[in-house]
């Protein structure tokens, strides 16, 4: 097996060609902006499965009028300081950017803003939504349901997304805190490049389409499921499941929208659900003023010593030592800012599909 | 190596007994019995590590003066829905009732409430919070963190507390799905236990003084730590690093308390640290009504089909298939209502320690 072949794009060319892929289908271009904005932010913060490696799923579902590419993404439920919001069925990285500003524009009323949001879907990289609350000097937190992959512990079926948690805290001289991670031991990415390079996966990632555990990723792929963070009962399998259980109620069960094995396929290939339990899938977002507790100057500098003193712990023998969460996101974006966006051959074969399609010059 | 001997107690006896030796040191009576209520929770909920078993604990406290039993619990700073809340060092098992009232009435008024509380002290079961919530037809959130214990992904010290994470949500004819979930690997507990028994733990759980993985739990207890919940890189540690970062943050960067390594010893025996950077420990409380996004029987109603559907999932050879979170309390409760709650003759002697010493009849 070799190393994939990885050729480099400017960060401009991919969001041109992006933004002009979604206007094609009559996304308003202000939106069509913005979707392309969350894809690119994914694409420079290393997180390659989320990025325009997606464009052609976005475009499939577009061609065939699966995505509603001008909703009326409209608030149905609200208190001062929360909203449930009903994104039409429109593009995730629409309808997720407008549900993130409720909450946030509730927060700078109310000192908080929580929203659940039905009838989208998906939404990017949950990192993208807390990033922006760091602007207003809030916490920002960010979830969201997605196609079932995850089997609950001691199950022996997909029932659960992967179902990201994101939760960010601004410093002052340091950068943010920025926590973004599925609910899942292991991501389905993963699995996908052992297959593809015929290598074994550790113990406590998947199991077969029976419940058993195996280390042969085509197990999981094949009928299999990923399994809970914590893997196991004796590793805290149900705590990783139960929290994927919470993200799946706060945001579906919340908004009515599609949830646990419900949630509708986003890829063309995937399994239609036996029932439809909602509209759409779910997210859940929410935005906390830090002056709504403290003095905003003395929380970040806080976070800077909080920083500082954990990057000074003592390191595991064979490691680099402590990282902060968000810093390999960082690392990348300041390279490939620099160097260009790295894409797999099949990615831009998909992207070169979508110009030849479209007549979009990529 | 024997199993250990239970001895059975009336809940109410266990009641009376806390609830005098809290007022024998001046707490108020509400007060005495709000923390009895708190401290029986747990003991009902089969959580014995939190339960009367750490009564002694709250005497030393009082005793050496180190917890004010008369505190003035007050809100420091506030908006709409959020608060921060100084407990002047009073005990959890009251700052910690108080403050998640204050989040609930917030809630009231506002849709959500969210408190932060400094110069706090250990607040029993995060799960007794959240339960409290769901009287109001509320989702209830609540955090905390704790003395240090765990490591962060790549480090080879203690650098944070267990830090648990509870979320609640009611059902309509079933029971209530309750997340109480510590971010380690496995509970300290579990560590003692296996000491006690001289048995090897499972990988996963704990590194030694300098940072290595071991099955040896006397390797932890002497200046080693617990892994996060993921345990290793490949497992996913740095999400349960990064899940008790963020309820040290929440629960004491925001409220001024003392986070990470910083967090002041509960027992005598603990090392004090190094540094002050607050008053106290922190805990975050959340409240968030049905009512602000969905109809509130709709949303139960779903929650029941949610649990059904949990429930049915087709079970894992060698499993008794899938339990919803909260389960396992529910069960321990309905038999210890019932049985009485069974107590360790380590645990019984320290009761009848406090009796000698305050003449209190057990």
Redesign the interface.
């Known amino acids: 097996m070799n190393e994939p072949q990885y050729h480099l794009f400017a960060e401009e060319r991919l969001r041109t060609f992006a933004t002009e892929t979604f206007l094609y289908f009559g996304v308003p271009k202000p939106d069509a902006q913005q979707a392309a904005d969350v894809l690119i932010a994914a694409d420079l913060r290393g997180i390659d499965s989320h990025g325009v490696a997606r464009l052609h799923t976005y475009f499939d579902m577009l061609q065939l009028g699966r995505i509603n590419p001008k909703p009326n993404i409209r608030i149905v439920?609200?208190?001062?300081?929360?909203?449930?919001v009903d994104g039409d069925n429109g593009l995730g990285l629409v309808v997720g950017p407008k549900a993130n500003q409720i909450a946030m524009e509730k927060a700078e009323?109310?000192?908080?803003g929580?929203v659940?949001v039905c009838n989208t879907n998906h939404y990017g990289i949950a990192g993208y939504y807390v990033l922006q609350a760091l602007k207003r000097d809030m916490?920002g937190w960010a979830m969201t349901n997605s196609t079932k992959l995850v089997?609950?512990?001691?199950?022996?079926?997909r029932?659960l997304g992967t179902n990201p948690i994101a939760?960010a805290?601004p410093g002052w001289e340091e950068p943010p805190?920025v926590?973004d991670?599925?609910?899942?031991?292991?991501a389905y990415g993963k699995i996908e490049i052992a297959k593809r390079a015929g290598k074994a996966i550790?113990e406590?990632?998947i199991?077969d389409k029976?419940?058993?555990t195996s280390t042969n990723p085509s197990d999981m792929i094949n009928g299999g499921a990923l399994l809970p963070?914590?893997?196991d009962r004796?590793?805290?399998g149900?705590?990783?499941?139960?929290?994927a259980?919470?993200v799946?109620?706060?945001c579906c069960?919340?908004?009515?929208a599609n949830?646990?094995?419900f949630a509708p396929p986003f890829a063309l290939r995937q399994e239609i659900p036996a029932r439809s339990?909602?509209k759409g899938i779910g997210h859940f977002f929410g935005a906390?003023?830090?002056?709504?507790?403290?003095d905003v100057t003395?929380?970040k500098k806080?976070?800077d010593?909080?920083i500082r003193?954990?990057r000074a712990?003592?390191?595991?023998?064979g490691?680099?030592?402590?990282?902060i969460?968000g810093d390999p996101e960082r690392e990348a974006e300041a390279i490939r800012r620099q160097e260009g966006i790295p894409l797999i051959q099949a990615v831009v074969d998909d992207l070169l599909d979508i110009s030849r399609q479209t007549g979009i010059p990529l």
């Open positions: 439920r609200e208190k001062m300081s929360t909203a449930t009323k109310a000192g908080s929580w659940s916490i089997a609950p512990l001691w199950g022996a079926e029932m939760i805290f805190i926590i991670m599925a609910t899942s031991a292991a550790p406590g990632w199991i029976d419940g058993n963070l914590g893997s004796e590793h805290g149900h705590k990783g499941y139960a929290l259980a919470m799946d109620i706060l069960v919340l908004s009515g949830w646990g094995p339990v909602g906390m003023q830090i002056d709504g507790f403290m003395t929380f806080q976070i010593d909080w003193t954990f712990t003592k390191p595991a023998p490691t680099a030592g402590v990282l969460p």
